[in-house]
């Protein structure tokens, strides 16, 4: 069991997160990330994959990165509100093996990833993450990072017990730097029903 397995079990059946009208325990996701790893395990293999996240939920979304880093695998993460002919674009540029989504996992026409850089991480048994630049300023980049090194800054996170409203998603740095932040110290993560002021008042008043 590695250290974030353990840092999640030792949570058990406290509040992982609201969303969507569902409560996760912080079980229900450890659960959700066994799950998505037994799903990814026979197809991926130990070839190096890019795997594209399709995931509407937060909470799944997170869950798929995890497993995925599990898996010592890149992560591709896509957020659900960006027109499908960007996120089409994004996985060519990444060079996507799989996306996995709602209805499961699905192979890309595609030749396997034969990236340099990610031969590099798993090489040394890394796990990669990939998020792309917003593009304000010509094309949007794609940019690899070692998620492992990402997420070792967690690993001295001291326990809290409060409330974080989820505001950016998880293909931007700083969700996933807020949802890990509040995950890894055991409190609970709120996700609006839509990234506006009336919702996020809303979310707010539920479960001040």
Request: charge should be negative.
């Amino acid at each position: 069991m590695s250290w974030i397995d353990r840092q999640f079990s030792g949570f058990g059946a406290k509040v992982a997160c609201h969303e969507g009208g569902r409560t996760w325990t912080y079980a229900d996701f450890g659960a959700e990330v066994d799950r998505l790893e037994g799903l990814l395990s026979p197809a991926v293999g130990s070839v190096p994959a890019v795997i594209a996240i399709q995931m509407d939920g937060t909470m799944k979304a997170l869950a798929s990165v995890l497993a995925i880093v599990r898996l010592k695998q890149v992560a591709l993460p896509l957020s659900p509100e960006m027109p499908m002919a960007e996120q089409v674009e994004q996985q060519r540029i990444a060079g996507a093996t799989f996306v996995l989504s709602a209805e499961g996992l699905r192979p890309q026409p595609t030749m396997a990833n034969d990236s340099k850089l990610i031969g590099q991480l798993s090489e040394r048994g890394h796990a990669g993450l990939i998020l792309f630049s917003s593009g304000t300023s010509g094309e949007p980049k794609g940019m690899l990072h070692d998620v492992e090194a990402l997420l070792e800054r967690y690993r001295e996170v001291r326990p809290r017990a409060d409330r974080t409203v989820q505001l950016l998603l998880a293909d931007h740095i700083g969700g996933l730097d807020s949802a890990f932040r509040t995950l890894f110290s055991g409190s609970t993560l709120v996700v609006p029903e839509a990234r506006t002021a009336l919702s996020v008042g809303e979310a707010v008043e539920r479960y001040d």
